[in-house]
């Protein structure tokens, strides 16, 4: 579970890195401007870094199952080497359906206002712009946002739904109160990250909003990378172990 927290948190510094510092920098400088290489640049590595982390938090989703539906498999199910596997997958997929969607749209004409009402780019916010039928387009996100995330989530929601049926059958008190704890962490995540962005990449063009997918976009891309750490830092006892100790080492040696 450390394993794949690690690169949750690797993906969300970068997932934030991706947006924020140059969302704060027009902001305070009043330039609201990108290249369109940097356009690129960052719509790749938003993209990946969403891909990634959808599968991510399903491989998580299915490391609490083994531990709780299946715990004397759990070394051999989940070894070191399934985790790499895991880990690869997540990225080397979310990467190449990053790369294929930025291609698309770097090439695609663009010969309207140049103004993406966004504060990143991000390619559906892009689509207005071309001089050209993106239909075709438009059917390969609704693909794989399925692929990355809708089923995913599917995936981990029945997990979760098998998971909850061996807690409730569980006779010890103290085992029901952990496995409660470490699911209801994972769900607080998954429901902060996959609603807002199924909601806003499956619905049709014409009934979205420009000014709804911005609000909805500060949930996936600065509020839960934001809010992870928190939320896995203080509901797990050995992290909290490990700030009380940090703390009070550095409060004596201030003293």
Known sequence: MYILLSQLSLMDVMYISTTVPKMAFNFFSGQKSITFLGCGVQSFFFLTMACSEGLLLASMAYDRFVAICHPLHYPVRMSKMMCLKMIIGSWTLGSINSLAHTAYALHIPYCHSRSINHFFCDVPAMLPLACMDTWVYEYMVF????????????????????????????????????????????????????????????????????AEDKILAVFYTILT???????????????????TRVFGTFSSTKT
């Open 143 to 210: 693909v794989s946002t399925s692929l990355f995330l809708l089923f995913p989530f599917l995936g981990i929601t029945a997990s979760y739904g098998r998971v909850l049926f061996a807690v409730f059958h569980m006779k010890s008190k103290e085992g029901k109160k952990k496995a409660f704890t470490t699911c209801s962490t994972h769900l607080t995540v998954v429901t902060f990250y996959y609603a807002p962005f199924v909601y806003t990449y499956l619905r049709p063009r014409s009934l979205r909003s420009p």
């Open 225 to 243: 990378p934001m809010l992870n750490p928190i939320i896995y830092s203080l509901r797990n006892k050995e992290v909290l172990g490990a700030m």
